[in-house]
């Protein structure tokens, strides 16, 4: 098991260890890191054949970046609880914080070098056939499209969406490129934009990336129409749909009781932290960082 700074890694070998993964998503590719997180370094094992990326928010911080679920540990094979546990081990104990989301297959009880906790999201199967479902909108005073990057990145900014949003239009464009994003958009009948959602495509995932809402419409409605639209949109499919909870509408997803009345369920995800700063001193970090 080797610790590699972000020059030495071999891109190539990296996303041929990421495609070939069994849990492999676009968090864990090279392109995707690279737009997202200004410093990444890795932990490999096996000449690439397992691998977890570290994104480095400064000298002391390891922290998931803006707009990313989760990464973790991408493997060939399952891996055993001790394997799991010496990669986690092997993040050098000069990062002071490490905090972390993780894919499914990190889903450990405990780890020596830290503690894992879970933390919850919705999801919402899609299998079922969009007329079977429960949960329409039946409305006729809202419109759903879906829009290009150049209408999203207006309605962002109108609407003070500013949360990395160089990097993240960055990311955006890239992934509608490879045919991994799709922005859905819920408009008045006049066909001006009330309302936003990006949704990253990933294998069987769909996550909602974002949600942005006009703030001179913000009604549940609204909300309700756009979260339906990429519903009938993906319906019928093998998909899972997931959306981190956002009761305060700052990006991250729809509100819980848009998610519960379409049928999410909750899903609980481990989390790796590791805190080795005193209280006072990871306060004053957090504080100076917005972290």
Same mark, same amino acid.
């Given at each position: 098991?080797?610790? $590699? ?6 891109r ?44 480095i ?5 390891v ?26 081990n092997?993040?050098?104990?000069? /990062? ?12 450990i ?23 079977k ?16 990057i150049?209408?999203? $990145? ?16 960055k ?5 509608i ?29 769909? /996550? ?20 339906d639209s990429?519903i009938?949109? /993906? ?13 305060e ?9 848009? $998610? ?10 481990? /989390?790796f ?8 001193? $990871? ?9």
């Amino acid at each position: 098991m080797q610790y $590699l700074t972000n020059e030495n890694i071999d891109r190539k070998k990296w996303d041929n260890a990421i495609s070939n993964a069994v849990n492999n998503d676009i968090f864990g590719y090279s392109w995707f890191l690279d737009i997202i997180c200004q410093n990444w370094d890795a932990i490999i094992d096996d000449d690439y054949k397992n691998v977890l990326p570290i994104t480095i928010i400064n000298k002391n911080f390891v922290l998931n970046p803006p707009f990313v679920f989760w990464t973790g540990i991408f493997c060939n094979e399952l891996l055993s609880q001790s394997k799991i546990v010496d990669f986690f081990n092997a993040i050098p104990n000069s /990062f002071k914080t490490v905090n972390i989301a993780l894919n499914k297959i990190c889903d450990i009880n405990n780890v020596e070098n830290g503690r894992i906790n879970q933390k919850k999201m919705m999801q919402i199967d899609l299998i079922q056939p969009f007329e079977k479902r429960e949960f329409h909108i039946k409305t006729s005073d809202y419109k759903t499209f879906s829009i290009n990057i150049k209408q999203t $990145l207006a309605f962002f900014i109108v609407n003070n969406f500013v949360l990395g949003l160089g990097k993240y239009a960055k990311l955006i464009n890239e992934l509608i490129q490879r045919g991994k994003c799709m922005v859905f958009a819920t408009t008045d009948l006049e066909r001006k934009i009330l309302a936003t959602a990006v949704v990253f495509i990933s294998n069987n995932s769909l /996550f909602i990336s974002s949600v942005c809402i006009d703030k001179k419409s913000d009604n549940e409605i609204l909300r309700a129409k756009l979260l339906d639209s990429i519903i009938e949109y /993906f319906s019928g499919k093998n998909f899972v749909l997931y959306s981190k909870i956002d009761n305060e509408n700052a990006y991250e997803g729809f509100d819980s009781k848009t $998610l519960i009345n379409a049928g999410a369920e909750e899903y609980y995800y481990p /989390f790796f932290i590791r805190n080795t700063f005193s209280i006072k001193t $990871l306060f004053s970090k957090i504080n100076k960082f917005g972290t």
